[in-house]
Structure formats: structure tokens, C-alpha cells
């Protein structure tokens, strides 16, 4: 036995004090009587040598000897050593999908969890605990805390992980805490099974859970302007009949639905096919509830959607063009006429202004403008207006193997096309980059504006321009040069939990957020042309991007439960710590004081109740 405060035996110098109180006191008190006769009676009481009177004031001191005796010991804080009683503790946590599962009204990891903890707490003072845990990354959480408190504390704030995760980094990090501590007890909390194990508990949190899930879905537009969607569902448990809903644009009213008849071990195909030529997202969801809501629901969203940002058109007559930009999928398109722009002061917030026909006094600011048919040059624009010419000549398109030639030239099917007339422009030496010529002038070119932005210009007039209007060429032209405005912020769409998801930076961009979807925000780096950012939650990211001109735009991708996550039980090989353990464990450490405080209480009580009786038979 040690004491962590040796000088609180300093206390134990009350012991004389009490003695010589003890000896001094007077052990009667002064009383005034109403009568001789009665004096006579105490005394004669007094004379009589009742043995217990003799006791009482000794007993006294005793207790409180005693009870300064406890004091002393209560301050220099005794601590006993239990040889081989304590043990260092190694937790593996499993944190991958399939611990999401939820069993008695928890998922298998708060379970797990809770284990640990129920170890922890249970173990003798003086033991080591350590804890690896193998969720979105692998990692050794805390190592030798001896601690209980702080342990149990570290353990409640671990976080789910999603991700297919495999234990083989965990399994190194154990083996090399093994190696360094051979007399370590190794517990492994899975939902795994393992066929072999060596030198480790396996605790298991898996039960019969019911799962079914949705996958492989994709979509694509038919020329007969149907929307078919593909996917398969599985069932993880029993054969059940399930109900897939879709839903479109959020909406939570299913728009459709089927039923699915599902074996375990097979993936049964379901498919949709609606009248629709456009959308922004939609949902494929299992109504029927099971143990793992994760994997029930898949949310898609159209990249095309999620790349452009809002249009304006600003004409007075946009039949034409606006029917092309809706078949090159420019849904978020507003309309105005001149007038009604000219109402407008300073910035709009639109990603696009197009302005066909007419041309403002300045060219907007904060967004890529295009130019249909302009009749003069505005302020901020990079081009000069020259005349209107009637065409001798087809147009032609470039031949140019430069990069961005090919991306907007790309589909394109015809080699030159048909006007009436166009505009002549003087480029002015500025860095364009032409992608069709009328006459030997530039009829449709790009380039960047006095303000940074990009700027494109087509010099004629869609109206006089049918044939080529109404073409496959003009949808699919109009299409690439809407890409060529709004670059492409993210590549896909639809991912797995542990994918690598890169923000391409666009131009103007001043911040990017990424909100997760339980709630996390990060800010990716700007100064990179692009941003890699891991997803490693299950449903919608939200991607907020903030513009130069204080503007925002917001892009979302979907994250889903990786496939081999969402079997209710799965089994492993092995999971083998190499080594011989040594026998024996750490000192184990009491030093409890409770029993110490709970006999102080009874010596107080007993001197308490000894001092009362004193005090009556003085009555």
C-alpha cells in the first residue's frame, strides 16, 4: 500500500489535542435547583457507580480518535496495489456500411460501442486501453489511456463510417501494439465473421436483419421523347415483394411506381418509361421499411442541370432560339424583353445573359454573355459592329484541330450550313476563337469580354436562319457553346461512399462549400483548377459555389451505401495477431475511499449518539 499524499498524516497531531481536552473538560454543568431536598437526591445519584457512566467519557475520545485517525487517512489518500489484477486492453471498432444496420432500435455500431464501454468500465483501476478504429480511415484512436472516464468519453465521440472498409489496416496497427505489449488482450468488435482468428476476442454485433436495397440505376432520353430508367433491387434477408416509387424534382409524391418480386442471391431488374424529354433529379425509393434505410433510396441528379446556372434571354421574338436552347437543355431559362431589361440597374444575378436582336448599353458584369445578331458594340463588349451583309457563300465551319474548336464542333454533322445574311464584326485582335466563317468573316467565334467573362457571339439572325434553326447541328452547336459558357463544376453525378469527388474551379469563382449530408461543411481549396474532396456519408451533397459578384450557384451529388456493405452478414477468412502472449497481467491499482467515508459517518454517528446520552443522565 502507497499513499498519494503522505503529509495528510499531519492530521493525526489533532490526537493530543483531543486528549487534553478530554482531561480538562469539566464534566458538569451548573445548574440552579428549587430546592435543598432535590440538590440532596443528584448527589446522592452521582454517589452511585453506575458502570456505563464510567464508559460514556472514555468511548467519547475513542470515537474521536477514530475518527481523526480516518481523516488523516482520507487526506494522504491510501492507494493498494493488486498485483496481476489490471490488463492492457487493445478494441479493434469496426466502423464500415454494414455496421449501420439497425438491430433491437440501435445500429450494430452504438452496439459495439456500448460494448467497449461495458468493458472498460468493468475493468480493475490501473489497466491500459487502447482503441483502433477502422471507419473512413483507419486509425489509433487514443493509446495507453488509463484513464476510464477519458477512454469512455473518446469512445462516445467516435462517428459512423459508410465506407467499405477492410480491417486489414487495423490488423497491422494491433499487431504492432502486440508487439510491443504481449500480455495485451486483443478484442476485435465486428458484424464480420471470421472463419480464424488468433490472439483476439471477436465480440459480435450482427443479428438476422431484413435488407432490401436499389442499384445500377441509369437513365437516358429516347428519340421518341420517352425517359426510360433502369435499376435493380436485391433482397440481402428473405424473398419479399417490394414497391420501388420514383419521384421527380423532390417531390415526395410518388410520380410512378412498380412492384419488384425479390430472391436473395439475385438482383432483379425494374425499369420506368415516362413521356419526359427533360428533368432535374429524380428519386428511385423501396417503400417497403427494412433494417438498413441507406441503401432504400438512390437520388439522381442531370448533369447537365447541375453544371448550368441560370439563362436570361432578353428578344423580342426568341421562338427560334429559345426552342433551341430548350433542346439543348437550358431549363432554368427566363425570358424578358428589352424594355423590361433596360428597367433593371446593375447586375441581375443570371450565370448567362443572351441577348438576341438587341444590344444593351453595357454588357453585364457578372456572367458569360452571349451576342444573337448584334446591330452595334456595347460598352465591355470585345468586338466591333461593321454592316450588315447579305451572304454569297454557305457558312462554314472551322477545320481547326485546337481543343476548344473540337469540344463545341463536337456532334456537329454537316461541314457548312445555309443564311441569308449576318453581321460583319471586327474581332479587334482580341484572343477569339472562331468556330464558323461566312465570306471569310467570322460569323461564330468566342472569347473573353473587357470584364473577364466569357463572351460569345453569332452574327446572324436565328429568325432568318430556319433551316439551319430547326437542324440537329444548331441543337447540338447551341448545346456545346451552353458548355463552353458554364464549365463543367463536377464530372458525374452519382457516386459510391469513399469516392473521390473533384470540383472543377470555374472562372469567377471566389469559394466553394461542400455541405455533407449530415450537415459538415468544408471549404475545398480554390487555388487549384481542381479541388478533390472524399464523400464519405450516404445522400446528397450539396455544393454551394459563391461568385464574384456575390452570386451563388448550388450543384448536388449523391453518395450511396457501397454494394458490398449491405449484406446483413459477411464473412472473412481470418483475423491473426502473430506472436506468443505472455501470461499476467498489469498491477491493478484500489484506492477507493468510499469504505474509508462510509466508517467515518458511523464514528461521527456513534460520538454523536455516546455525547446525547451523556447529556441526559447529566439531566
Not at 168 to 175: I, P, S, T
Not at 328 to 356: C, R, S
Not at 495 to 501: A, Q, R, T
Amino acid at each position: 500500500m502507497t499513499f498519494l499524499y503522505p503529509l495528510g498524516f499531519l492530521a493525526l497531531l489533532g490526537i493530543p489535542v483531543l486528549i487534553l481536552i478530554y482531561i480538562i473538560k469539566n464534566r458538569y454543568t451548573e445548574q440552579t435547583i428549587a430546592s435543598t431536598y432535590l440538590w440532596t437526591l443528584s448527589e446522592r445519584f452521582l454517589r452511585r457507580r453506575i458502570p456505563i457512566n464510567r464508559l460514556t467519557g472514555i468511548l467519547s475520545l475513542i470515537l474521536q480518535i477514530l475518527a481523526v485517525i480516518l481523516i488523516a487517512l482520507v487526506v494522504a489518500h491510501p492507494v493498494f496495489t493488486l498485483p496481476g489484477a489490471a490488463e492492457a486492453y487493445c478494441f479493434v471498432l469496426d466502423g464500415s456500411g454494414s455496421m449501420n444496420i439497425v438491430q433491437d432500435g440501435s445500429t450494430r455500431f452504438d452496439a459495439g460501442r456500448e460494448k467497449i464501454k461495458d468493458i472498460i468500465g468493468s475493468s480493475v483501476k490501473g489497466s491500459t486501453y487502447t482503441l483502433i478504429y477502422a471507419g473512413n480511415t483507419t486509425e489509433t484512436i487514443f493509446e495507453g489511456y488509463n484513464d476510464k472516464e477519458l477512454a469512455i468519453e473518446a469512445v462516445d465521440e467516435l462517428e459512423r463510417g459508410f465506407k467499405a472498409v477492410g480491417l486489414g489496416d487495423a490488423l497491422v496497427e494491433a499487431q504492432k501494439y502486440f508487439n510491443e505489449n504481449p500480455r495485451a488482450l486483443t478484442y476485435l468488435v465486428t458484424d464480420k465473421i471470421y472463419s480464424e482468428s488468433s490472439n483476439v476476442n471477436i465480440i459480435n454485433v450482427n443479428g438476422g436483419s431484413e435488407n432490401y436495397a436499389i442499384s445500377d440505376v441509369d437513365y437516358a432520353f429516347k428519340a421518341d421523347g420517352y425517359l426510360e430508367i433502369n435499376g435493380n433491387a436485391a433482397t440481402y434477408g428473405s424473398a419479399a415483394t417490394v414497391t420501388v416509387e420514383l419521384c421527380f424534382d423532390g417531390e415526395d409524391e410518388a410520380y410512378a411506381e412498380k412492384t419488384v418480386d425479390l430472391v436473395p442471391g439475385k438482383k432483379q431488374a425494374f425499369d420506368f418509361r415516362i413521356e419526359m424529354n427533360d428533368f432535374s433529379s429524380f428519386e428511385l425509393r423501396i417503400r417497403d421499411a427494412d433494417d438498413l434505410p441507406l441503401d432504400n433510396s438512390v437520388t439522381i441528379y442531370n448533369v447537365k442541370h447541375e453544371n448550368m446556372s441560370r439563362t436570361l434571354l432578353v428578344s423580342d421574338g426568341p421562338i427560334y432560339l429559345r426552342a433551341a436552347l430548350s433542346a439543348a437543355g437550358a431549363t432554368q431559362l427566363d425570358v424578358m424583353t428589352p424594355e423590361e431589361y433596360a428597367a433593371y440597374d446593375g447586375n441581375i444575378g443570371y450565370g448567362l445573359y443572351i441577348f438576341e436582336n438587341t444590344v444593351p448599353d453595357k454588357t453585364p458584369r457578372d456572367a458569360a454573355v452571349w451576342f444573337v445578331n448584334p446591330d452595334k458594340s456595347p460598352e465591355g463588349a470585345n468586338f466591333s459592329f461593321q454592316t450588315d451583309v447579305d451572304a454569297r457563300d454557305a457558312a462554314k465551319y472551322s477545320t481547326s484541330t485546337k481543343t476548344t474548336v473540337q469540344k463545341v464542333l463536337s456532334g456537329v454533322k454537316e461541314k457548312d450550313f445555309l443564311i441569308k445574311k449576318y453581321v460583319k464584326l471586327g474581332t479587334g485582335g482580341g484572343d477569339f476563337t472562331i468556330y464558323a466563317t461566312c465570306d471569310g468573316s467570322p460569323l461564330i467565334f468566342s472569347g473573353a469580354n473587357a470584364y473577364g467573362n466569357r463572351e460569345v457571339v453569332l452574327a446572324f439572325s436565328m429568325r432568318d436562319s430556319a433551316s439551319f434553326t430547326l437542324s440537329m447541328d444548331c441543337v447540338t452547336l447551341i448545346s456545346n457553346l451552353m458548355n463552353y459558357s458554364f464549365p463543367e463544376v463536377v464530372d458525374a453525378t452519382s457516386y459510391v461512399c469513399g469516392d473521390i469527388l473533384q470540383v472543377n474551379m470555374i472562372a469567377g469563382c471566389n469559394s466553394i462549400k461542400i455541405v455533407s449530408p449530415f450537415g459538415k461543411e468544408s471549404y475545398p481549396d480554390t487555388n487549384t483548377t481542381v479541388s478533390e474532396y472524399e464523400l464519405t456519408e450516404v445522400g446528397a451533397y450539396k455544393i454551394y459555389l459563391t461568385m464574384t459578384d456575390g452570386t451563388e450557384r448550388e450543384i448536388n451529388v449523391f453518395a450511396a451505401l457501397p454494394e458490398e456493405e449491405r449484406a446483413p452478414v459477411a464473412e472473412e477468412e481470418a483475423f491473426l495477431i502473430s506472436g506468443a502472449p505472455e501470461s499476467g497481467g498489469l498491477p491493478g491499482v484500489y484506492d477507493d475511499l468510499m469504505i474509508i467515508f462510509i466508517i467515518l459517518a458511523v464514528v461521527v454517528a456513534a460520538d454523536y449518539g455516546v455525547y446525547c446520552y451523556e447529556q441526559y443522565q447529566l439531566r
